[in-house]
């Protein structure tokens, strides 16, 4: 099995670098994009295993991508953290959204955030041995 693959789909793009470079110290084969992508043949191609995506982007709204998922072939394969500066309600909509299209979802983190929370959150989602850990 090859390394696991990460796609950073966010518009910012010192969060979108920084956490692929901590990904990518851990092993993680990453890619960043953002905005009006065309995301159902980037993760077709790209064939991630781990999605953080923001839901709130100028011209890409993160629903219509989790729309895209709904038929992805390998969603069950691939975990999603949400992240968004739009609040809790947003989050939590989305996050109810895509637990509805059988998308497995990680979890969902406000905007702000630290590397510490994305962390926190992928070794609560690993098993022990995971190098998740080493982030």
Known sequence: MGKPRALIYDDDEVFAEEFSEALARIGYITETRAGRTNFPQLVNVFAPDLLILDLHMPGCD????????RDYERKQEMVVVLVSAAGKVML?????????YGIKLLGAL?????????????????????KTAQI
């Open 62 to 69: 993160g629903v219509e991508v989790l729309r895209a998922l």
């Open 92 to 100: 939590e909509s989305a996050s109810n959204l895509a637990v509805a």
């Open 110 to 130: 406000p905007k702000p955030l630290k590397l510490a929370d994305l962390t926190a959150l992928l070794l609560r989602g690993s098993s022990a041995d995971d």
